[in-house]
């Protein structure tokens, strides 16, 4: 968790679900009651929006080399499954080659590359180094 203090991890936790759970339910809800009523959905291009949308979870990713790699390898599975598969199972078959290589990287630990540029993750100091924000310090 990015939060060094236990408390703060548990409130931003319950936080976090407790907010995603109402607010996924109550737009579910609200597309389900007034869905119908906004028409032909690629009347406004958002067929789009799902790209774009998947694009921002994945451009974090992208950051390091072997994130790049991944992606490169699962666009070329990806590109020469889809003239033989149904719709829908590229991307499947794309995921499933990702989490391979995942598992690969895992065995041999090789999850990073030794140039990633890691000012980007949360820092965490060992537990002997006093922290001036809390209490028991």
């Not at 389900?32 to 774009?52: I, W």
Request: proline share 7%; net charge negative; hydrophobic share 45%.
């Amino acid at each position: 968790m990015a939060q060094p203090d236990r408390d703060e991890q548990v409130r931003g936790f319950w936080t976090a679900g407790i907010g995603v759970f109402v607010l996924w339910n109550s737009f579910t809800l609200c597309g389900a009651l007034l869905g119908n009523s906004l028409g032909d959905p690629s009347r406004y291009g958002l067929d789009g929006a799902a790209v774009a949308g998947f694009l921002g979870l994945l451009w974090p990713r992208l950051r390091r080399r072997d994130g790049r790699a991944i992606a490169a390898l699962c666009a070329v599975v990806t590109l020469l499954v889809t003239p033989v598969l149904a719709a829908g199972l590229p991307i499947i078959v794309a995921a499933v080659v990702a989490f391979g290589v995942a598992v690969l990287q895992q065995r041999r630990g090789t999850r990073r590359d030794e140039d990633d540029d890691l000012s980007d993750l949360p820092h965490h100091p060992p537990e002997h180094v006093q922290h001036p924000h809390r209490e028991d310090s």
